[in-house]
């Protein structure tokens, strides 16, 4: 962590840049029209933000002319957690804002998407043709008899038509919820099932790492094993014909008709996410389209500084909140790029090479996609143009010091690095860009705008250059509006406010510096915690996976009955690469001289791969419970995995110390 006296900040935006932000017009314009201090750059504007937090919604509101069918009464009539009620008495269409540069007509015709799959070639829809094709599909949903709260599911990849079929759902004021085609037919199930949809969109198989994936069983799976079907649409990614009973995606979307947008209340549901599931069915999240609306102006508008002319590129799958977060760049009137196929075809350097063919300007990606470039010896900037890009982000997972200073050498030296932390739970970001503010290594830029985020300590006091609970104490609009299938809330509470009621707590590690910036330490439940010194896992990786036979790696701290700690260190190892007393005395002497001797693990470990959630987050609670003698039915729900075989050493490991304990 870096001092104030010396913070030595990686990047720094020079004064032209910084005037030409808009967060920085905007900032000016809320002083003149609402109170907003004139001066003192973005923290006086951030503290602004949650002390006067329903004057700052009101100028996001009105900065960024949100259209209100009906008025709002007030901006927050209730703010407690859970059960905040934001703009009562309004009503709105998220779907309207999204196509609003279709009006323009000196726009209509620039590409509102440009969709790439594996062969790199860019094909263009421009925002004329969206709409008309999101007009034609609102007007089919409504004849199937598809009504404001019904919900409609997609099965679909990172495509165009996706994007359609969710705008289309808003439209009709309908909830839409998606999965990727890669999860198997349990794992979308376990989903779906909970929702119950009226209407399934789905592709006949998609491409990926250059092969064709067949899904039509998965398909007619869904469909016998979700009854609420009223229709199912055929999207023919790999060119076979329509199944029995399902429509046609073409016929559907044919028609030259205006859209039509429901006005709904503020808080009604847009779409429900889902969280992980590692350890039962998935917690089915569900955010208003107000909420939504009004915290990715801001986010997108304001923190990632884009608008019309920027191209705006995440790697990401329709199973990812960050694709719902990549299509809200349409609100902004940015060109979206859908990337569908593999991060890594042809070669590790491909996401590059997409960012150059479509002339992305903010390129959002992994962490751990960043790190692979490294350890491959990706040269983005020699091998590529990179000109348009002003701005690389990371998600996922805290991107390591290392990552910081490859983006600076490899790509730019003049590189806006917006590492970003949130979750699906509010499909935002709590802390991350500021195009206005240094950036430092190893660090977010600073709390978000209309969040009060604090660091905890367990006695629910703020602490600074300490770690401590990731909580925010102030409401955010896209904070989920409930749980399906959770009547009581009980199970909305329990996940965030029963740490400390009434402040939301993420389960998050972090420690906020004396400038303000935070940093991420890993998650607060699988944290280990050494002779009363706690570290966050990320910290671990991120120092072993220096090392090039590290491919990856899994740390876990397991209190032990007899009152011991037993903290295993998990390596999978890079082709070629031996774990040898050589390599583990290394291990243990990085760990040692960079982080704490008290985190040196007890036992190194060699395993045939690292476990992940399917949304490629590395599973480490499920792991340790396997470790504590968990049976593996009830430690994890397997179709949250990506590869459940793997779990069964971890299991089997758990047998061979009970049995020599025993």
Same mark, same amino acid.
């Given at each position: 962590?870096?001092? *104030?006296? #010396?913070?030595?900040?990686?990047?720094?935006?020079?004064?032209? +840049?910084?005037?030409?932000? +808009?967060?920085?017009?905007?900032?000016?314009?809320?002083?003149?029209?609402?109170?907003a201090p004139a001066d003192g750059g973005y923290p006086a504007l951030h503290r602004w933000s949650v002390d006067r937090l329903e004057t700052f919604w009101q100028a996001v509101a009105d900065w960024f002319d949100v259209r209100f069918s009906t008025p709002y009464e007030r901006v927050l009539a209730d703010r407690g957690m859970p059960g905040a009620q934001w703009f009562p008495g309004a009503t709105l269409n998220y779907a309207e804002h999204a196509l609003r540069t279709a009006e323009d007509p000196t726009r209509a015709h620039e590409p509102a998407l440009i969709h790439v799959d594996e062969t790199h070639d860019p094909v263009p829809i421009s925002w004329a043709e969206l709409r008309r094709q999101v007009g034609s599909l609102a007007a089919e949903l409504r004849a199937l008899g598809v009504r404001p709260g019904d919900r409609v599911s997609g099965y679909l990849p990172n495509i165009p038509? =996706?994007?359609? !079929?969710?705008?289309?759902?808003?439209?009709?004021?309908?909830?839409?919820? /998606?999965?990727?085609?890669?999860?198997?037919?349990?794992? %979308?199930?376990?989903?779906?099932?909970?929702?119950?949809?009226?209407?399934?969109?789905?592709?006949?198989?998609?491409?990926?790492?250059?092969?064709?994936?067949?899904? *039509?069983?998965?398909?007619?799976?869904?469909?016998?094993?979700?009854?609420?079907l009223r229709a199912v649409v055929h999207i023919p990614l790999l060119g076979t014909p329509a199944p029995e009973g399902a429509l046609e995606w073409s016929?559907?979307?044919?028609?030259?008709?205006?859209p039509v947008f429901e006005p709904v209340p503020f808080d009604h549901p847009l779409w429900v996410l889902y969280s992980s599931g590692t350890t039962g069915l998935p917690k089915a999240i569900v955010q208003s389209q107000g909420g939504i609306l009004l915290e990715?102006?801001?986010?997108?508008?304001?923190?990632?500084?884009?608008?019309?002319?920027?191209?705006?590129?995440?790697?990401?799958?329709?199973?990812?909140?960050?694709?719902?977060?990549?299509?809200?760049?349409?609100?902004?009137?940015?060109? %979206?790029?859908?990337?569908?196929? /593999? @991060?890594?075809?042809?070669?590790?350097?491909?996401?590059?090479?997409? =960012?150059? +063919?479509?002339?992305?300007?903010?390129?959002?990606?992994?962490? !751990?996609? $960043?790190?692979?470039?490294?350890?491959? &010896?990706?040269?983005?900037?020699?091998?590529?143009d990179l000109s348009r890009v002003k701005c690389v982000a990371t998600t996922g997972s805290p991107l390591p010091p290392d990552g910081f200073r490859w983006l600076h050498d490899e790509v730019r030296e003049d590189l806006w690095i917006a590492s970003v932390s949130g979750g699906t739970d509010v499909c935002s970001c709590f802390a991350g860009a500021?195009?206005?503010?240094?950036?430092?290594?190893?660090?977010?830029?600073? *709390?978000?705008? &209309?969040?009060?985020?604090?660091?905890?300590?367990?006695h629910g006091k703020p602490v600074i250059g300490e770690v401590g609970e990731l909580v925010v104490t102030n409401p955010m609009p896209s904070m989920p509006i409930r749980f399906w299938n959770d009547p009581d809330g009980s199970r909305y509470r329990d996940s965030y406010f029963e740490m400390f009621p009434g402040?939301?707590?993420? &389960?998050?590690?972090?420690?906020?510096?004396?400038?303000? /910036?935070?940093?991420?330490?890993?998650?607060?439940? /699988?944290?280990?915690?050494?002779?009363? $010194?706690?570290?966050?896992?990320?910290?671990?990786?991120? =120092?072993?996976?220096?090392?090039?036979?590290?491919?990856?790696?899994l740390?876990?701290?397991?209190?032990?009955?007899?009152?011991?700690?037993?903290?295993?260190?998990?390596?999978?190892?890079?082709?070629?690469?031996?774990?040898?007393?050589?390599?583990?005395? +290394?291990?243990?002497?990085?760990?040692?001289?960079?982080?704490? @001797?008290r985190h040196v693990p007890d036992d190194i470990i060699e395993v045939p791969g690292v476990p992940h959630t399917l949304t490629g987050k590395r599973i480490e609670v499920p792991v340790k419970r396997l470790l504590q003698g968990t049976a593996l039915t009830k430690?994890?729900? @397997?179709?949250?995995?990506? #590869?459940?075989?793997l779990l069964s050493f971890y299991e089997e490991l758990a047998r061979k110390r009970g049995a020599e304990r025993g």
């Amino acid at each position: 962590m870096t001092s *104030a006296a #010396n913070p030595a900040p990686l990047w720094q935006p020079d004064a032209d +840049r910084i005037a030409a932000a +808009r967060i920085t017009r905007f900032q000016a314009w809320a002083a003149e029209h609402h109170g907003a201090p004139a001066d003192g750059g973005y923290p006086a504007l951030h503290r602004w933000s949650v002390d006067r937090l329903e004057t700052f919604w009101q100028a996001v509101a009105d900065w960024f002319d949100v259209r209100f069918s009906t008025p709002y009464e007030r901006v927050l009539a209730d703010r407690g957690m859970p059960g905040a009620q934001w703009f009562p008495g309004a009503t709105l269409n998220y779907a309207e804002h999204a196509l609003r540069t279709a009006e323009d007509p000196t726009r209509a015709h620039e590409p509102a998407l440009i969709h790439v799959d594996e062969t790199h070639d860019p094909v263009p829809i421009s925002w004329a043709e969206l709409r008309r094709q999101v007009g034609s599909l609102a007007a089919e949903l409504r004849a199937l008899g598809v009504r404001p709260g019904d919900r409609v599911s997609g099965y679909l990849p990172n495509i165009p038509q =996706a994007v359609t !079929a969710l705008l289309a759902t808003a439209a009709v004021g309908a909830t839409w919820t /998606s999965c990727a085609p890669d999860f198997g037919a349990r794992s %979308v199930l376990d989903r779906f099932q909970q929702v119950e949809p009226v209407v399934l969109f789905t592709v006949d198989g998609y491409r990926y790492g250059g092969k064709e994936h067949d899904r *039509a069983d998965v398909v007619a799976e869904l469909r016998r094993e979700l009854p609420t079907l009223r229709a199912v649409v055929h999207i023919p990614l790999l060119g076979t014909p329509a199944p029995e009973g399902a429509l046609e995606w073409s016929a559907l979307t044919a028609r030259d008709t205006e859209p039509v947008f429901e006005p709904v209340p503020f808080d009604h549901p847009l779409w429900v996410l889902y969280s992980s599931g590692t350890t039962g069915l998935p917690k089915a999240i569900v955010q208003s389209q107000g909420g939504i609306l009004l915290e990715h102006f801001k986010q997108i508008g304001l923190h990632c500084d884009l608008g019309p002319g920027d191209r705006f590129f995440w790697y990401t799958s329709t199973g990812w909140m960050m694709w719902n977060f990549l299509v809200s760049g349409l609100l902004t009137g940015t060109t %979206v790029v859908l990337y569908d196929g /593999s @991060p890594g075809h042809p070669d590790t350097g491909a996401q590059w090479a997409i =960012a150059e +063919r479509t002339g992305t300007t903010l390129f959002g990606t992994s962490a !751990a996609y $960043v790190m692979a470039c490294r350890k491959a &010896g990706v040269h983005p900037s020699r091998d590529h143009d990179l000109s348009r890009v002003k701005c690389v982000a990371t998600t996922g997972s805290p991107l390591p010091p290392d990552g910081f200073r490859w983006l600076h050498d490899e790509v730019r030296e003049d590189l806006w690095i917006a590492s970003v932390s949130g979750g699906t739970d509010v499909c935002s970001c709590f802390a991350g860009a500021v195009p206005t503010l240094p950036v430092h290594i190893g660090e977010l830029q600073a *709390a978000c705008l &209309g969040t009060d985020l604090q660091s905890w300590d367990p006695h629910g006091k703020p602490v600074i250059g300490e770690v401590g609970e990731l909580v925010v104490t102030n409401p955010m609009p896209s904070m989920p509006i409930r749980f399906w299938n959770d009547p009581d809330g009980s199970r909305y509470r329990d996940s965030y406010f029963e740490m400390f009621p009434g402040v939301w707590r993420h &389960g998050d590690w972090i420690t906020i510096t004396d400038h303000g /910036s935070v940093v991420i330490h890993g998650r607060s439940d /699988s944290t280990l915690n050494r002779q009363g $010194v706690r570290m966050g896992s990320a910290d671990i990786y991120e =120092a072993v996976e220096r090392l090039p036979e590290i491919k990856e790696s899994l740390v876990i701290g397991l209190e032990e009955p007899d009152g011991g700690y037993w903290m295993p260190l998990f390596v999978h190892l890079a082709p070629g690469a031996a774990l040898d007393d050589d390599l583990r005395s +290394r291990i243990k002497r990085t760990i040692r001289e960079q982080l704490s @001797p008290r985190h040196v693990p007890d036992d190194i470990i060699e395993v045939p791969g690292v476990p992940h959630t399917l949304t490629g987050k590395r599973i480490e609670v499920p792991v340790k419970r396997l470790l504590q003698g968990t049976a593996l039915t009830k430690a994890v729900n @397997p179709g949250s995995v990506d #590869n459940l075989e793997l779990l069964s050493f971890y299991e089997e490991l758990a047998r061979k110390r009970g049995a020599e304990r025993g």
